[in-house]
């Protein structure tokens, strides 16, 4: 035990992981924890800690944990009891709103998902509280099964499935998909989101789970390239500020296939604009979701601006010079890519708000990065077991290889 904290305290995929699960956390705690127990959270807080660098501590971990990790069983669990507190608790939040408290996220996604089936305009009405629907076409679409049929409280957790069994197929065992679970759990920001019906958890699924799954397949089959389209576009239509993401892609990509990479943007491009542009033409005053541009420009002073633009084109060139065509550096980068805007604009926002922690909806920004991180600290912590990467990329490799004289013609061929 001794050596795996020695390890641990200089490790800082931990600290990563912990400081992405526990700031957005520090809201919620201030928010929700009675005064009298807040000397108590520091406490709390190196229990979590220690429980990080117990999970992504590697063939330093005790053996029983190992097995018991190693466990399909503890994965369902896991995920029955994500999916069950949403089912008990959403229906309380979300009887909130009729007293103008409470998330209106989940009330954006399923008045636009009540209005598209019926033939309206998605966007056409507010949310109770007034505010305009920010969700563009995709996510709408994405969470059409789940907003239109009742069973919106199962949305975040469906998600959560989706991404313990991408990481259970890439890694070969179900250590990263408990290891993955079990660190988000760690963070009361995550149940927050999630019994509240925000789609901020969801969102960053969904980026977990098309790089990784992106990085596993490309290029693959004609089925395979026009799947990992999809996945981009719905990453794009996150929100419209995300649409960056789609050239993130395009340079993980680009050091495998450069002509391929090249039809890959040129099909996502035109996908997400189209699909952009086809509910823009329907009613162009009534499309909210570009109203978000405009907040973040209200959000961000003129120092600050300066400050994320430098920032981000740091952060750019990085990824380009360093990106390599591993899981964890996809994930790693891509969460870069997200953290480094997103963090800007959370800090300038806690500066608006004067610094009150209890009110700080800007966490919930870099909450939503904390997937892709976490996702790559699994990854990478259990290569000494359950030997994820070299597992994946053998793989890979393995079906590139076999694949080269005999593959059938994909999308970009």
Request: hydrophobic residues 55%.
């Amino acid at each position: 035990m001794k050596e795996l904290l020695k390890k641990s305290l200089t490790d800082r995929c931990v600290w990563l992981v912990f400081v992405s699960l526990q700031v957005p956390a520090l809201r919620a705690i201030f928010k929700y924890v009675p005064a009298g127990l807040l000397p108590c959270v520091p406490v709390v807080m190196v229990i979590i800690w220690l429980a990080c660098a117990l999970l992504l501590g590697g063939a330093a971990v005790p053996e029983k944990v190992r097995r018991l990790l190693g466990r399909g069983w503890v994965l369902v669990l896991l995920l029955v009891a994500v999916a069950v507190a949403s089912f008990l608790v959403y229906p309380v939040a979300d009887a909130l709103k009729e007293v103008g408290r409470g998330s209106g996220s989940d009330d954006a996604l399923i008045i636009a998902g009540s209005r598209l089936i019926r033939g309206m305009h998605p966007y056409g009405e507010r949310t109770y509280l007034g505010n305009p629907i920010s969700a563009p076409p995709g996510m709408v679409l994405l969470a059409l099964p789940f907003s239109v049929t009742g069973l919106y409280f199962l949305f975040t957790p469906a998600l959560v499935l989706v991404a313990a069994v991408v990481l259970r197929w890439v890694s070969g065992g179900y250590t990263a998909a408990n290891v993955f679970v079990l660190l988000m759990m760690t963070s009361l920001c995550f149940w927050e989101l999630l019994v509240i019906g925000s789609d901020i958890p969801a969102v960053g699924l969904l980026f977990l789970v098309s790089v990784t799954v992106l990085w596993r397949l490309w290029p693959g089959t004609r089925w395979v390239g026009a799947g990992c389209v999809i996945l981009a576009v719905l990453c794009m239509h996150t929100r419209i500020v995300f649409a960056y993401m789609g050239i993130v892609m395009v340079i993980f990509l680009w050091g495998r296939d450069r002509a391929k990479s090249i039809r890959f943007a040129a099909y996502t491009v035109l996908a997400a604009a189209a699909l952009h542009l086809a509910f823009f033409a329907w009613d162009p005053g009534g499309y909210t979701p570009l109203h978000l541009i405009g907040k973040g420009d209200y959000s961000l002073k003129p120092a600050m601006k300066m400050v994320a633009a430098v920032l981000c084109g740091i952060t750019g060139l990085t990824m380009i010079l360093r990106v390599r065509d591993s899981v964890v550096s996809w994930l790693f980068y891509a969460w870069l890519c997200l953290i480094v805007p997103l963090g800007v604009l959370g800090l300038s926002v806690l500066a608006l708000l004067k610094y009150d922690v209890a009110g700080w909806e800007g966490a919930n920004y870099i909450m939503l990065s904390a997937p892709l991180i976490v996702g790559a600290a699994v990854m990478r912590g259990r290569s000494g077991q359950d030997q994820p990467i070299r597992q994946a990329q053998g793989l890979r490799q393995d079906q590139h290889d076999s694949d080269k004289n005999d593959r059938t013609p994909g999308v970009y061929d």
